[in-house]
């Protein structure tokens, strides 16, 4: 039996709608009409050397994903979603950058859902696509990062490639669980990437989480400065 579908987001035609429409077409004309510019400079030119990647960033980046992956490498990308409603609202407007995603959970390796996101996952870093994952599992507060990017950097012998934004004309959403940035059009934005990590046999899966958390929480933190008012 199918789950009671108790809100208006709950309904596949509205999050379509207001996904690929109202999401998708706001987040697309910031993007066309915002400056941006990237930390390291050479941000761009050294992740796509090191493709496939696993870029990851802090749920309330959400909605940035079109800044914090190089153009270039987008139509390469597969983006790793929620199966649940909100999750395929953000699949709606991902589509209608350009995006292909993979439904799935990065929290761990149990329940089918969460293994075939995982193995789909893998299966496409094997074939030379980066894959774009939050680095925490909704609705989780408190930033704390997944398993699941760990094992699957360590599985497919790729990089994590931590990375935030943040732009001068943006709202964040303070109550709600993740803290969602908004950005809005005709922004000045600030793309940080971090040093890449590389989940190697020196590394416990404890240590390279910690990096992750160390250097997201760097980067946004240094994003969120550089494009203060």
């Not at 108790?6 to 993007?31: I, S």
């Not at 959970?105 to 074939?127: D, I, P, S």
């Not at 760990?150 to 790729?158: D, Q, S, Y």
């Not at 303070?174 to 020196?202: M, R, Y």
Request: glycine share 8%; with cysteine; net charge positive.
């Amino acid at each position: 039996m199918s789950r009671k579908k108790t809100r208006l987001l709950d309904w596949p035609a509205v999050y379509n709608f207001v996904g690929r429409h109202v999401l998708g077409g706001y987040v697309g004309l910031a993007m066309r009409t915002s400056r941006v510019r990237y930390e390291p400079a050479d941000y761009v030119e050294t992740v796509l050397a090191q493709a496939p990647v696993i870029y990851t960033f802090w749920h309330a980046n959400m909605t940035a994903i079109g800044y914090m992956v190089p153009r270039a490498a987008y139509p390469d990308c597969r983006v790793m979603v929620s199966p649940h409603a909100d999750g395929r609202l953000g699949a709606a407007a991902i589509a209608r950058w350009g995006g292909k995603v993979i439904y799935g959970t990065g929290n761990t390796f149990e329940g089918a859902r969460a293994v075939g996101g995982t193995l789909e996952a893998l299966r496409e870093l094997k074939a030379g696509h980066s894959i774009v994952a939050t680095a925490e599992v909704p609705p989780i507060r408190g930033r704390k990062v997944s398993k699941g990017i760990v094992r699957l950097a360590r599985l497919a012998g790729v990089p994590i490639q931590p990375v935030a934004m943040a732009s001068t004309r943006r709202t964040i959403f303070a109550k709600v669980w993740d803290q969602t940035q908004i950005n809005h059009p005709f922004s000045d934005v600030v793309v940080v990437g971090a040093e890449l990590i590389h989940a190697n046999d020196s590394l416990s899966d404890a240590d390279v989480t910690a990096l992750v958390k160390e250097r997201l929480d760097t980067a946004y933190a240094r994003a969120l400065e550089l494009t203060a008012r």
